[in-house]
């Protein structure tokens, strides 16, 4: 479970994340989405401990990340949105590396590579060095590197980025069954099919402040529109807030 | 214990695979930087030598002199290894995407944080260390130490000299990001570079290293009590002493005293490896974070506002755009400005040692002029030479991946070459001249002679900014982001040395023109120079832009 409670981040005049409540149950598959400086990313660094929010605190499983930062990221896998990779590594070592660094044993880590290789249809070149690979190919590492240690909590920017449209779908497909068998899902798109088809509860942002919450036939409550005819409303909505409050 | 095993065998594969692809596929880039680098050991080696055996010959002032060269020598390494380690952390500690991956698994961050300062160690030391061990060897050599002895203890003390420097750096460093939470970046390493520059005059105040400079008045009695007096007081807080203390006792064969200094040595480093350690427990992991929204949160120097500068107002809208966007560059990456304020400190230095040695050229025999004017003038040619190499090379690089918006943009390849020259030049050969002319003004030195140094100097400035610019575009790295990574690679180390040997060849032959002309000795042989020299620089100022530009177009289409 994520609990987001109260956080605000600010970088210098500008709040890029403003008193951010949210709360996202064991199992759920949960995605944010935004336009460009919405405060995702901020949002996104403050849940995997890369950034510390200046008001407010997030719990991951009731560990607070900033207190017990150690802790709550062993529940958690990540997939930035530009992975690092060991260039120089084989994928396999790289899940290996991975797999150490979350302490697990080495018979668990040679199991899930197994699965991992098979499931992702890395067979062919698993065990070539990394700086071979196509975009998609490192995209494909990345995800199996996060959740090679099995983590209760997964937090992905931009999945679907660089991959062609089989693994795509074998991705999202991934990504269902692990929601459903428990795992904690928090996706931060771009991509406005995957958040329809995928989510169990949607949430949008703008200038760091959530203005909607809901699964999507809340979103929509009486109305037809579309995911997308939604989004753009809500934003421009914001928008217009915003320039109707600002002093003349 | 296994995040230390698995970080170091990471680099060791990684290293491993490198070499073995490098020489697989790229056999001849792998065995230039190699050979250079053999070569500049085994020249910086053989050039000491000779400077020792030469100031040996002097007698009793001479061994002392040495004795104090090799001191300072190690000084300044010292000093040379806390800045290096600072501007290394910036990428080791904080800007690499490595340590976001680090920072998101379940790691310590002191664990990552010691892992991290050995890494900085070496990034940040060997580059130098191709000055200290050549010194080393050369001074062992004159003292009757073999090789095989200064390598067998040489380490001993070196490792934890490299670390106490490693530690004093990224403590300083993670010190200063903690406070760009409340002050802006740029303002504490100003305040830093002020305090350093300080710290720096009062140590040459103090222990009257300046002042070694009067040696080339000629005066051997008053050296000889200025010496004596030297011995007897040297500075002895600082690693370098002890080091250098140490390959002393180990000469003389002083047993206790080189125990003393070796014990010394590695209980400060542990000391001060613990007391980082303690510093990072507190701030490495908050100073992560505030580093990590500072790209959001700084109000920044904006491109309209410098392109509506009327200093730019005269360039033609594209020239202007390329300008505008390597001045930002250049402001918005801290390695970039950080090294250039060094620099500049470095020559400050110089520049204020000059002005309180007191020296007059017109009082000084012919020996001693010509060494002045060989160093003044080779010191503006070098510091050029460093300049250029280190700023101007990875400017093509530097256009990344975004080299694409220049290639499909309505102009030529050409503009962004003459830009970036042009730019460069009107930079360094200005600071070039700033340096002669006033260390010109502070040795007397005479209209004739400050015109013909100006004259080398702005052939100089189009030479090595050419050379520079032109290799940077046959040797690109546009995968790698880091200025100074850039400039460490097979390229960066031909371009140096290639600028090196073209400052010595042009340093030599003004040396030569101005004493036909001081003798009035026209002949054929003069012509025969200016001719070799006009040639040399026709090649260097024309031939690498034309090389780069083709390179470039080649490599990109």
Same mark, same amino acid.
């Given at each position: 479970m994520i609990q987001i409670n109260n956080v605000t981040k600010r970088f210098g005049p500008l709040?890029?994340?403003?008193?951010l409540s949210l709360s996202i149950n064991q199992g759920e598959l949960f995605s944010c989405l935004g336009p460009n400086g919405a405060g995702k990313t901020t949002t996104i660094k403050m849940l995997t401990g890369l950034m510390a929010p200046d008001e407010g605190s997030i719990t991951l499983n009731g560990v607070d990340i900033q207190k017990e930062p150690v802790a709550a990221k062993r529940l958690v896998g990540y997939i930035p949105d530009v992975p690092f990779l060991y260039?120089? =590594?084989?994928g396999e070592e790289f899940l290996t590396v991975v797999g150490n660094l979350y302490e697990m044993p080495g018979t668990e880590i040679q199991k899930q590579i197994i699965v991992y290789r098979e499931q992702l249809d890395?067979?062919?070149?698993?065990?070539?060095?990394?700086?071979?690979?196509s975009r998609g190919m490192k995209q494909r590492v990345a995800f199996a590197a996060a959740m090679v240690h099995e983590p209760e909590i997964l937090i992905i920017d931009e999945?679907?980025?660089? =991959?062609?449209p089989r693994t795509g779908r074998r991705m999202k497909q991934l990504m269902r069954d692990k929601a459903n068998n428990g795992t904690t899902i928090f996706l931060s798109t771009h991509n406005l099919n995957v958040a329809e088809e995928l989510s169990d509860r949607i949430g949008i942002i703008n200038r760091g402040k959530l203005l909607s919450l809901g699964t999507m036939a809340e979103l929509r409550q009486d109305s037809n529109e579309s995911l997308e005819e939604l989004f753009i409303q809500l934003v421009d909505e914001s928008a217009e807030d915003t320039l109707a409050k600002k002093p003349v | 214990m296994l995040f230390y095993t698995q970080f170091f065998n990471i680099r060791f594969w990684s290293f491993v695979r490198g070499v073995k692809t490098s020489v697989r596929k790229r056999w001849l880039e792998t065995l230039v930087p190699v050979s250079i680098m053999t070569g500049m050991l085994i020249g910086g080696y053989k050039l000491l030598l000779w400077g020792a055996i030469f100031l040996l010959k002097q007698g009793e002032i001479g061994i002392l002199l040495l004795d104090r060269f090799f001191y300072l020598g190690w000084t300044i390494i010292f000093y040379l290894l806390i800045l290096s380690n600072i501007l290394t952390a910036l990428s080791t500690l904080y800007r690499s995407p490595e340590v976001t991956f680090f920072m998101t698994s379940p790691i310590s961050h002191i664990q990552l944080f010691r892992a991290k300062l050995f890494e900085n160690l070496v990034y940040s030391s060997w580059a130098i260390l191709i000055l200290g061990i050549p010194l080393s060897l050369a001074y062992g050599q004159v003292k009757s130490l073999s090789f095989v002895k200064i390598a067998l203890f040489l380490p001993i003390g070196l490792i934890p000299f490299l670390l106490i420097a490693a530690a004093i750096g990224m403590c300083i460093l993670m010190l200063v990001v903690r406070l760009s939470k409340y002050f802006q970046m740029r303002s504490i390493f100003l305040v830093l570079v002020v305090v350093f520059a300080g710290l720096f005059y009062m140590y040459f105040k103090f222990?009257?290293?300046?002042?070694?400079?009067?040696g080339v008045s000629g005066n051997f009695r008053t050296i000889s009590r200025y010496m004596g007096n030297l011995a007897a007081n040297p500075?002895?807080?600082?690693p370098s002493y002890w080091l250098s203390e140490m390959i002393i006792d180990f000469g003389q064969k002083d047993w206790s005293s080189f125990i003393y200094f070796i014990g010394l040595m590695i209980t400060t480093s542990l000391v001060a490896y613990e007391i980082a350690g303690w510093i990072a427990a507190k701030n490495y992991y908050s100073s992560f974070q505030v580093m990590e929204g500072m790209n959001t949160r700084r109000k920044r120097l904006s491109f309209r506002s410098v392109s509506n500068n009327s200093l730019l107002s005269f360039l033609p809208a594209q020239y202007r755009a390329l300008v505008v966007k390597d001045i930002l560059q250049f402001v918005r990456t801290p390695q970039q400005w950080i090294q250039f304020i060094m620099f500049g400190f470095f020559i400050a230095i110089y520049l204020i040692n000059l002005s309180r040695?007191?020296?007059?050229?017109?009082?000084?025999?012919p020996f001693w002029q010509t060494l002045i004017y060989i160093f003044n003038f080779g010191f503006s040619g070098f510091t050029l030479a460093a300049l250029t190499s280190r700023f101007v090379y990875p400017l093509i690089s530097l256009e990344g991946h975004g080299l694409w918006v220049m290639l499909s943009?309505?102009?030529?390849l050409s503009k962004l070459f003459r830009v970036k020259f042009w730019m460069s030049f009107f930079i360094f050969f200005t600071l070039a001249e700033v340096v002669a002319l006033v260390g010109n003004y502070y040795l007397g030195q005479d209209t004739t002679m400050t015109t013909i140094s100006t004259l080398f100097l702005l052939v100089m400035s189009l030479g090595l900014v050419s050379l520079s610019l032109g290799l940077g575009a046959v040797f690109p790295?546009?995968?790698?982001?880091?200025p100074m990574r850039i400039t460490s690679g097979a390229g960066g180390i031909i371009t140096v040395l290639a600028s090196l040997v073209y400052v010595a060849i042009m340093v030599g032959a003004m040396i030569y023109v101005f004493q036909l002309w001081e003798a009035n000795q026209w002949s054929s042989l003069m012509g025969w120079i200016l001719l070799g020299i006009s040639l040399l620089n026709g090649f260097v100022i024309f031939l690498p832009l034309k090389w780069g530009k083709r390179v470039l177009l080649k490599t990109s289409g």
């Open positions: 709040t890029a994340v403003d008193a260039n120089k =590594l084989t890395m067979e062919d070149w698993f065990e070539q060095q990394i700086e071979g690979y999945p679907m980025v660089g =991959l062609d | 222990s009257q290293q300046d002042t070694l400079l009067v500075f002895p807080y600082i040695a007191d020296i007059k050229i017109a009082r000084l025999d943009a309505p102009m030529q790295q546009f995968d790698e982001p880091n």
